[in-house]
Nanobody
Framework: EVQLVESGGGLVQAGGSLRLSCAAS????????IGWFRQAPGKEREGVSC????????YYADSVKGRFTISRDNAKRTVYLQMNSLKPEDTAVYYC????????????????????WGQGTQVTVSS
């Protein structure tokens, strides 16, 4: 059974940090890029970051560049999203998802490209 399980969400004050984890099982981890998405109430799901195993490339939304860092531990089948300098506008449910490699050029943030999704973890940033 394919599973992606997010953890690490919570309530934090603006300027604080959180580290999200995405633990994967049930599929060949090395053959998939792992992306992080988020969805705020009333808004569409948007791509936050992605880590591709095919060439080690990482991708970030402009809104999080310089504040968020994605990393991957293949031995643990886990991808992390370190989030620093959090802002109230970062409040959302965060999801991880898996997309077969190689990445389709320019499509790392397209939800259509991802096969598997986690259930999400809530991140709330208070002002």
């Amino acid at each position: 059974e394919v599973q992606l399980v997010e953890s690490g969400g919570g309530l934090v004050q603006a300027g604080g940090s959180l580290r999200l984890s995405c633990a994967a099982s049930g599929f060949t981890f090395d053959n998939y890029a792992i992306g992080w998405f988020r969805q705020a109430p009333g808004k569409e799901r948007e791509g936050v970051s992605c880590f591709s195993t095919s060439d080690g490339s990482t991708y970030y939304a402009d809104s999080v560049k310089g504040r968020f860092t994605i990393s991957r531990d293949n031995a643990k089948r886990t991808v992390y999203l370190q989030m620093n300098s959090l802002k109230p506008e970062d409040t959302a449910v965060y999801y991880c998802a898996a997309m077969p490699i190689p990445l389709v050029a320019g499509r790392w943030d397209s939800t259509d490209e991802y096969d598997y999704w986690g259930q999400g973890t809530q991140v709330t940033v208070s002002s």
